[in-house]
């Protein structure tokens, strides 16, 4: 793989004595750039390019208005097969065990065997999401297109975020897929709540950005780069301690801390993990069920990759890319970029100077003990306000947003974890993030199951309410059964699907120790325990309560009573035979690191 | 005699400190402008200046007359600016359309009239 280093060019292009290295160069680096881009980063992006091309044929329709002949939801449905089918590995999944790492597009994206699973995922949820908006008649024939658009382009925006690798490709990622968020939570016109929710969730988002923003200028201004690797690289060649220790020097690590935290912000927003989740319950009430699920599933699977990315991104060195690096650069690339320069603090690290192996993991432990001191407290803190508050909820979709806090925090847990891991024992860590990755799968099924019989019951009953729910067993079983599993798996209780990914989070929390990940596997066995009293008072109001009188009959349709068992059924075969979804996770996690 | 912080700034010639802090007031002024304007306008105007100030952080970081060395942001602070120029622009494109459908339902752009969830 040809690496192209930006660094290289700017230091030959600011030095005029070079001008016939640079004619030389110029010609070599963007025969690198072409062969990098055309050979090895755009056949790996074809799942993403078929969904730009999906998008822009929806757009297009509408304009020779041909949409008759063309309805979006058929385009929208064939489009996220087709990109599903690009993002299936032709060899079967077990060829994710061997995926090694890959840069494309100059380091902007990267592409391994987790971004590889968490594409597949979002483009499944995306098939399954388009064929339940077109059920439940959310994207009719005057809003399909825009509302298909937005669904896909915020798809879009989840892939970037997940195979991120530099500061700017996190910051346009979040953008790509929250803009399209916001329009989505307010897509139904006419309605008081929705366009309030859009609102709130827009401004409260866009102002989260800012921030981040301003926290990745911070970190890449100090440290002189923003792909990720390079910033770890940098980071490694410091010494953070010592730097602590001397007055001057403190500042230089105050400031990169802020810029930390600012970025934090950016990523917790997206969770909805506590300080920043007010928008959380708002939008989903406001928002159709729809939109819940989406947020919920998608949204959240990618904003937990991200928190990968930075941390492992941040926290620990890869040795195999920085071989290839000192390999690529020629000797006398090396000498200009330091010749006649005085050196400054970051300078420590020459352009090809090779950090020394076992040296690599122990100058980034602060780095990553930042990382997991803030993502434990965080995660602990947002997992156990969301069970808390979603006690005294009486619409569904606000306890769902509480209970997706709830999760989002639970999930982090598994984040903080491998990092942790990472330092000493990448195996486990690798275990921890397959743990996470399992939970991302079943998630879908249960949180998407919930919605969309949500879904389907409001348009049979115009009410979301849980009190309207009683005695729903005996007007339609099946819901009502499938209804109770997702529950009580979302419990987390054996026999369904949601108890494997809790009890494979617990146990890497146990293998991290350490005084906080071992209150962290505590807080979260506690919180197993909170969140069965509100899980089990919905059960309590479907199964056990009398029908009201006034409620008519409750009949869904056939398809839509499909789509829940076909939705829902995962979470109880998943829960007998856990060892397919594993398998899968343990793939693509298993050579992650080296 | 008194050492006031920063105050070495004004007796420097012009570098990249300066720009930044510039970005930093842009930054405060955005974040107050955004915590305490009533209006969605208003509260737009102030996300505008908080990516503004980071965007000169960006240049100033980015500059090779500011900044000659090897840790300059180069090339790559300046096109992260000219994205971040885009993004804005799409952002308040958006953030406008969600406030008109706002203005439609409650006749009013003041975020305290949106009220009605309890967040």
């Given amino acids: 793989m040809a690496v192209f280093n930006r660094r290289t060019l700017e230091t030959l292009c600011s030095h005029t004595f070079y001008i016939e290295l640079v004619t030389v160069n110029l010609h070599t680096l963007v025969?690198?750039?072409?062969?990098?881009?055309?050979?090895?980063?755009?056949?790996?992006?074809?799942?993403?390019?078929?969904?730009?091309?999906?998008?822009?044929?929806?757009?297009?329709?509408?304009?020779?208005?041909?949409?008759?002949?063309?309805?979006?939801?058929?385009?929208?449905?064939?489009?996220?097969?087709?990109?599903?089918?690009?993002?299936?590995?032709?060899?079967?999944?077990?060829?994710?065990?061997?995926?090694?790492?890959?840069?494309?597009?100059?380091?902007?994206?990267?592409?391994?065997?987790?971004?590889?699973?968490?594409?597949?995922?979002?483009?499944?949820?995306?098939?399954?999401?388009?064929?339940?908006?077109?059920?439940?008649?959310?994207?009719?024939?005057?809003?399909?297109?825009?509302?298909?658009?937005?669904?896909?382009?915020?798809?879009?925006?989840?892939?970037?975020?997940?195979?991120?690798?530099?500061?700017?490709?996190?910051?346009?990622?979040?953008?790509?897929?929250?803009?399209?968020?916001?329009?989505?939570?307010?897509?139904?016109?006419?309605?008081?709540?929705?366009?309030?929710?859009?609102?709130?969730?827009?401004?409260?988002?866009?102002?989260?950005?800012?921030?981040?923003?301003?926290?990745?200028?911070?970190?890449?201004?100090?440290?002189?780069?923003?792909?990720?690797?390079?910033?770890?690289?940098?980071?490694?060649?410091?010494?953070?301690?010592?730097?602590?220790?001397?007055?001057?020097?403190?500042?230089?690590?105050?400031?990169?801390?802020?810029?930390?935290?600012?970025?934090?912000?950016?990523?917790?927003?997206?969770?909805?993990?506590?300080?920043?989740?007010?928008?959380?319950?708002?939008?989903?009430?406001?928002?159709?069920?729809?939109?819940?699920?989406?947020?919920?599933?998608?949204?959240?699977?990618?904003?937990?990759?991200?928190?990968?990315?930075?941390?492992?991104?941040?926290?620990?060195?890869?040795?195999?890319?920085?071989?290839?690096?000192?390999?690529?650069?020629?000797?006398?690339?090396?000498?200009?970029s330091t010749a006649g320069q005085p050196p400054t603090t970051f300078a420590a690290l020459k352009a090809g100077s090779i950090v020394a192996e076992e040296g690599a993991s122990d100058p980034l432990s602060p780095v990553r003990n930042f990382f997991v001191i803030l993502v434990a407290i965080i995660a602990m803190v947002s997992c156990t306000f969301g069970n808390l508050a979603a006690y005294g909820q009486t619409n569904i979709k606000r306890m769902f947003a509480y209970s997706t806090i709830a999760h989002a925090g639970f999930m982090m847990m598994a984040v903080a974890a491998a990092v942790a891991l990472l330092g000493r024992d990448t195996i486990h860590a690798q275990t921890a993030i397959s743990a996470l990755l399992i939970y991302m799968a079943i998630y879908l099924f249960m949180n998407l199951g919930a919605f969309a019989i949500v879904a389907f019951l409001r348009n049979e009953m115009q009410s979301e309410e849980i009190e309207d729910y009683a005695g729903l067993i005996r007007s339609c079983p099946v819901v009502a059964v499938m209804m109770t599993a997702i529950l009580v798996s979302l419990v987390g209780l054996p026999p369904l699907a949601g108890f494997w990914p809790k009890l494979r989070v617990l146990q890497s929390l146990y293998e991290a120790g350490g005084p906080l990940l071992i209150t962290v596997l505590v807080v979260a066995g506690i919180n197993t325990a909170i969140s069965l009293v509100y899980y089990l008072r919905v059960i309590k109001v479907i199964c056990i309560d009398p029908e009201p009188d006034t409620r008519g009959p409750v009949s869904l349709g056939f398809l839509p009573v499909a789509y829940v068992l076909v939705v829902s059924l995962p979470v109880i075969v998943f829960g007998i035979l856990p060892d397919t979804v594993a398998n899968w996770a343990d793939q693509a996690t298993k050579h992650l690191f080296y | 005699m008194i050492h006031l912080p920063l105050a070495h700034l004004l007796s420097e010639p012009v570098g990249v400190s300066h720009y930044v802090m510039v970005g930093a007031v842009l930054f405060t002024c955005g974040v107050l402008c955004m915590a305490t304007k009533r209006n969605a306008l208003g509260v737009l105007m102030g996300i505008e200046l908080v990516l503004n100030g980071a965007n000169l952080n960006f240049i100033a970081f980015g500059s090779h007359v500011l900044r000659n060395d090897v840790n300059s942001l180069g090339l790559d602070g300046q096109l992260m600016a000219m994205f971040v120029i885009v993004l804005a622009a799409a952002e308040a494109a958006v953030l406008l359309a969600i406030a008109l459908n706002f203005y439609n339902n409650h006749n009013s752009i003041d975020v305290d009239r949106a009220d009605e969830l309890l967040g």
Avoid at chain 1, 108 to 135: G, I, K, T
Avoid at chain 1, 262 to 283: E, N
Wanted: hydrophobic share 55%; net charge negative.
């Fill in chain 1, 31 to 336: 025969d690198s750039l072409l062969s990098d881009t055309l050979e090895t980063s755009l056949p790996l992006f074809r799942p993403e390019l078929a969904i730009c091309g999906t998008i822009v044929l929806m757009l297009l329709v509408r304009v020779i208005r041909c949409e008759r002949f063309l309805p979006p939801f058929c385009l929208a449905l064939v489009g996220s097969i087709v990109a599903l089918w690009l993002a299936l590995p032709s060899e079967g999944l077990a060829a994710w065990a061997e995926l090694s790492s890959q840069e494309t597009f100059t380091g902007m994206l990267v592409f391994d065997s987790l971004y590889a699973y968490v594409r597949v995922f979002l483009l499944a949820f995306a098939v399954l999401f388009v064929v339940l908006s077109q059920l439940t008649g959310i994207a009719d024939r005057e809003d399909g297109q825009d509302y298909f658009t937005l669904v896909l382009g915020a798809t879009l925006g989840m892939c970037i975020m997940a195979s991120a690798n530099h500061l700017l490709t996190i910051f346009l990622g979040i953008e790509m897929a929250s803009l399209p968020s916001y329009v989505l939570a307010g897509i139904v016109k006419g309605r008081r709540r929705s366009s309030e929710a859009s609102l709130k969730y827009a401004i409260y988002g866009a102002g989260a950005a800012g921030v981040m923003l301003y926290g990745i200028s911070l970190l890449a201004g100090v440290v002189g780069s923003a792909h990720l690797p390079t910033i770890a690289r940098e980071l490694s060649s410091l010494n953070i301690q010592a730097m602590l220790a001397s007055s001057e020097e403190s500042s230089i690590v105050m400031v990169l801390a802020l810029g930390g935290l600012m970025l934090g912000v950016g990523l917790a927003f997206k969770l909805s993990a506590v300080p920043f989740h007010f928008w959380c319950p708002d939008v989903f009430e406001g928002a159709s069920a729809e939109v819940g699920a989406f947020l919920s599933v998608a949204s959240k699977a990618a904003a937990l990759t991200l928190l990968i990315r930075v941390g492992v991104g941040l926290g620990y060195v890869q040795e195999k890319p920085q071989a290839e690096l000192a390999i690529d650069q020629p000797a006398t690339v090396a000498e200009v």
